[in-house]
């Protein structure tokens, strides 16, 4: 079955580190893209990226980066010049037309500050 | 820039109770669509509209593109327990490919 996979479920990091969230789509989409959700609030964008080889910042990119090296994958990297990031990441992935036809999103990953 | 606007923010109702919830924008949409997420679950789409006065049913959900293309509505008839979570609104960000979420209404739904 085709599917959009998060991982790991749960993450804890020690201040001062950084750490990777891993994002791997089988569904041949062209775009994907990472939100933050903190609790009870609605989902803001990190980066995205439309096309292998290239990605964009969202609204709150600072202290993170991403890659795409590959369609099928878009790793998050949560540095330590993120203040804040305990929080509920997700990943979502779209065919050009995502727009329109809407985005599949991962079953996310919670990180935790210890 | 684009916003969407949904209300009511949150919503405890009892089970068997019918739900509505809106979603408004100052910016015309050609498209409206409506996610759902369970708690500690990514979103899942529920209802795509495409076309002005549409009204799209999913089971027990029904969803309405408003005729002026600025708003869509979403009912959920006899509500259940599982009908808890968080239901976005969302729509396509000019010709960007993108999508623009809305802050979500929280729905509990006692037993």
């Known amino acids: 079955d085709g599917g959009i996979t998060q991982s790991p479920k749960y993450l804890f990091r020690k201040e001062g580190q950084n750490v990777t969230l891993s994002c791997e789509q089988n569904l041949n989409h062209d775009a994907m893209y990472w939100y933050r959700q903190d609790p009870g609030q609605g989902l803001r964008l990190i980066y995205y990226s439309q096309i292998v080889n290239d990605f964009q910042k969202g609204d709150i990119a600072e202290g993170y980066s991403v890659s795409r090296e590959k369609k099928e994958s878009f790793p998050l990297t949560v540095t330590s010049a993120q203040k804040n990031p305990t929080a509920f990441y997700l990943c979502a992935s779209s065919s050009q037309g995502g727009g329109t036809y809407g985005y599949t999103f991962g079953s996310g990953t919670r990180l935790t500050v210890v | 820039g684009q916003q969407l606007n949904q209300s009511p923010q949150s919503m405890f109702i009892q089970e068997g109770e019918d739900v509505s919830m809106n979603c408004t924008s100052s910016?015309?949409?050609?498209?409206w669509l409506w996610y759902k997420q369970d708690p500690g679950e990514g979103p899942v789409l529920l209802i795509a509209?495409?076309?002005?006065?549409e009204l799209t049913s999913n089971g027990r959900l029904t969803a309405q593109f408003g005729i002026t293309r600025k708003d869509s509505f979403l009912n959920i008839s006899a509500s259940i327990p599982s009908d808890v979570g968080i239901y976005f609104c969302?729509?396509?960000?000019?010709?960007?490919?993108?999508?623009?979420f809305g802050q979500g209404t929280t729905l509990q739904v006692k037993p």
């Open positions: 910016s015309i949409f050609n498209t």
């Open positions: 509209l495409y076309k002005a006065g």
């Open positions: 969302a729509g396509p960000s000019g010709n960007t490919g993108k999508l623009i």
